[in-house]
């Protein structure tokens, strides 16, 4: 409370105390009486008009709150000249909340005003209140941003991938998918050539320059590249002595566009590590030493025994595919297209014994045959066949291709809505872009994933020519050495080697149990004091 009203209540005391002592003479004649200061009822006066002033204040206020619920208030305080702006949130769907705060509002502003405060001080309490609300509804909003909030944009942590699609973003498949559909808008088939392959790796290259969209991804796996290379490229070397073939240096750069070098990723044809290795292939004894693979240890997600297979796959195939017809560059852009994808196998049994064929531009032809083939078949028959999956109905079959139910029913002679998991059921198409790409994206996804695969290793290596990102061996030095398992588990070599568990296991991804003892075959990763 003012300074009037401790004055009043002191005044009102000693009325009180006096009038308390008087003779019964002295009330009867209490009207010509006059306490101690005669100015209270001038007091008491001014305390009525402060109310009445403070009433009309009130009610201003309050038609303003209401006006402005929803909108944004901004405070001047009079007293120090500051100014603040905040934003009131909706209050819409929160109606008890509002009545609450606005009833709380009142309580607040008509004892401010009763007891005679500023309008600054007043000010202050309005802007008060409106922040506690807006603090109240961004617990009760968690997630969404309000006004004044900055758009942070996080690194994506280890497990997550840079490659992740946003919105905008195109898919590795999508982006020979539009070309593609394009063409055949316009023309009525598809045309793959080294004009369109070089369309493909312009896209590419500007995604991973500087300003693109994975130039932070290409970063982030050349450092977590890093810890590995000296070893990576000692085992690439290692292979080239024992084959006999030179296998170029910046083909150890594969895990980018493979992993973006991430030790445990895996794909959904369920290849994993650095280079993504399918088990097949890191079993092959044709390539040299298996690797091991079971449920308590998994060689692909060591960086280094995986880099060494991919090597050695590498250049296995290099010894398939070269001829004295195809040049040492072209046989490498071959050995890549086989390395996504088994099309590139088809094409050697298509051309057969015929060796002068194998090259880039007859591997294209052959490609482009088979996808034109598929095209107009499909769209001369006019639909496509599936298999029913478990939990499928015609309603949900539908719903997925985007048909109705009595075209499906209609196409496929059904009578009833009963499908069964595993009939093969027709799906209507006609030719128009709406069906075509929804082939390219089931159908001729990885066929497309094939075809771009190439040219997106090709323009990544362009971009860290341009900009010097190749690592240097002198620079990075080696960070790690390797041991023998020699019988022990991870946990006790953490103990002898006083390393802390959870260091090792971070190097040795490929150890799935700690507790379980690795065989003496197997090597284990440490790190190097710096």
Known sequence: MGKLSRGFIQEYKIKKSVLENQTPEQKRGSGDFELPGDDWREKINSLKEAVKNGREKLRGLKDGLNAKIGKQISVRRIDNGADYDKTEIDWSDNKEKVDESRRKFLKWA?????????????????????????????????????????????????????????????????????????????????????ETKAEIRRYWRKQYEKGGRQHRGLLQALERMKYWFFDIKQEFKKVARETGVNIPEKLIYLAIPESHCKIEAKSSACAGGFYQLTKLAACDRSLGKCLLVDKNIDERFDPVQNGRRAAELLANWYKQIKTPYISEEGAWILVLTRYNGGYFNKFLKYVGADKELI????????????????????????????????????????????????????????????????????????????????????????????????????????????????????????????????????????????????????????????????????????????
């Open 110 to 194: 008509g004892g401010a005003a009763l007891a005679g405060l500023s309008s600054g001080m007043a000010a202050e309490i309005l802007f008060d209140l409106a922040k506690e609300q807006e603090l109240r509804e961004k617990r009760l909003r968690k997630g969404k941003k309000t006004v004044g909030q900055k758009n942070k944009t996080a690194l994506p942590k280890e497990g997550e991938s840079e490659l992740k699609i946003e919105k905008g973003e195109k898919a590795d498949f999508e982006v020979v998918e539009d070309i593609l559909i394009e063409q055949f808008e316009k023309t009525g088939e598809i045309v793959l050539n080294r």
């Open 359 to 530: 090259n880039y531009d007859n591997y294209l032809r052959f490609r482009e045959g088979r996808l034109n083939d598929f095209l107009q078949k499909t769209f001369d028959r006019g639909y496509f066949e599936t298999r029913v999956r478990k939990g499928d109905t015609l309603w949900k079959l539908a719903r997925r291709f985007r048909k109705s139910v009595a075209d499906i029913k209609r196409i496929n002679g059904l009578k009833t809505d009963v499908v069964k998991k595993g009939d093969l059921i027709k799906i209507p198409v006609k030719k128009e872009k709406r069906d075509l790409r929804f082939l390219f994206k089931t159908y001729l996804k990885s066929s497309m994933e094939n075809l771009n695969y190439p040219e997106k290793f090709l323009a990544i290596l362009e971009v860290m020519e341009k900009e010097g990102l190749f690592l240097s061996e002198r620079k990075i030095g080696r960070r790690i050495r390797r041991i023998s398992g020699g019988g022990l588990s991870l946990r006790k070599h953490s103990q002898r080697l006083r390393i802390p568990l959870s260091q090792l296991r971070e190097l040795n991804k490929h150890i799935l149990d700690p507790k379980k003892p690795i065989p003496k075959n197997v090597e284990i990763n440490i790190p190097l004091k710096s």
